[in-house]
């Protein structure tokens, strides 16, 4: 709700929600498309290339904790 509202005026509140999501017990698939779509907001919307910066790095590492939890194929 707060993405869809004016953006300019709300970008804390959706920002709150973006880190709700990221710390509930959501599964990591999820978690990886709310960090996605954090990193896409910032760069639409977001008036900080610090905050964009901020997200991305995490963003990474969201990533690279989720493709080294997945299981290698077992015939190679």
Not at 9 to 25: D, H, I, K, W
Not at 37 to 42: K, M
Not at 51 to 69: F, N, P, V, W
């Amino acid at each position: 709700m707060e993405f869809g509202a004016d953006v300019g005026q709300n970008e804390g509140n959706t920002m709150s929600c973006f880190e709700r999501a990221l710390r509930s017990p959501l599964p990591d698939e999820a978690k990886l498309l709310f960090s996605q779509r954090r990193v896409e907001f910032l760069e639409d919307f977001g008036s900080s290339i610090h905050s964009l910066l901020k997200a991305y790095e995490e963003h990474q590492k969201i990533l690279k904790a989720h493709a080294a939890r997945k299981r290698a194929p077992e015939n190679g």
